[in-house]
T-cell receptor
Framework: DAGVIQSPRHEVTEMGQEVTLRCKPI?????LFWYRQTMMRGLELLIYFNNNVPIDDSGMPEDRFSAKMPNASFSTLKIQPSEPRDSAVYFC??????????????FGEGSRLTVL | AQTVTQSQPEMSVQEAETVTLSCTYD???????LFWYKQPPSRQMILVIR??????QNATENRFSVNFQKAAKSFSLKISDSQLGDTAMYFC??????????????FGKGTHLIIQP
């Protein structure tokens, strides 16, 4: 069984550039989460979707961040324009509704973003 | 809002020893879940163990067990017979039990556990 697949694994870009991170959840999972991990703030929930619909985006830091889930097998997190303080590891996680409340989220390996 | 605090940024023990990682949390919720996740150098987060707040019995998964003290809002992880492969970041996490779905996990800052050979 393929796990959650994220791309790119590493991204280095310059300030002001647009960054798009991609996620393919586990087939059949109906919840998808985007987290950001930094040394200073730890792991923060940015946004999550249920059946492709955004449910809570209160964790999205500002308007430069946007996330979409056009279908059940694909989601993107976009930063435009990027800033050095956006440098972090971005994780995507998915889960089945019946397991979400039990906490069993399946995480991808993360996308490490460096904004110069 | 919920907060999760891990007061030990780093711990180091010898292989085969027992180690306990601390976690405290703050919430006004009565129904919730607590978790320990492991993040090895590969970066992928892996669920180690979970505890339902309404259960008094402490959860156990092989060498991993928790000490859940609900009144004290404490949730520590004990690793017995530690192995080199246990070297990783360990995150304590909280999830509300209310609502029809999920609000995501609130994580602590993590404890870097190093198992020495």
């Amino acid at each position: 069984d393929a796990g959650v697949i994220q791309s790119p694994r590493h991204e280095v870009t310059e300030m002001g550039q647009e960054v798009t991170l991609r996620c393919k959840p586990i087939s059949g999972h109906d919840y998808l989460f985007w987290y950001r991990q930094t040394m200073m703030r730890g792991l923060e929930l940015l946004i999550y979707f249920n059946n492709n619909v955004p449910i809570d985006d209160s964790g999205m830091p500002e308007d430069r961040f946007s996330a979409k889930m056009p279908n059940a097998s694909f989601s993107t997190l976009k930063i435009q324009p990027s800033e050095p303080r956006d440098s972090a590891v971005y994780f995507c996680a998915s889960s089945l509704a019946r397991k979400v409340i039990g906490g069993e989220l399946f995480f991808g390996e993360g996308s490490r973003l460096t904004v110069l | 809002a919920q907060t999760v605090t891990q007061s030990q940024p780093e711990m180091s023990v010898q292989e085969a020893e027992t180690v306990t990682l601390s976690c405290t949390y703050d919430t006004s919720e009565s129904n919730y879940y607590l978790f320990w996740y492991k993040q090895p150098p590969s970066r992928q987060m892996i669920l180690v163990i979970r505890q339902e707040a309404y259960k008094q019995q402490n959860a156990t998964e092989n060498r991993f067990s928790v000490n859940f003290q609900k009144a004290a809002k404490s949730f520590s992880l004990k690793i017995s017979d530690s192995q080199l492969g246990d070297t990783a970041m360990y995150f304590c996490a909280f999830m509300k039990g209310s609502g029809g779905g999920a609000d995501g996990l609130t994580f602590g800052k993590g404890t870097h556990l190093i198992i020495q050979p």
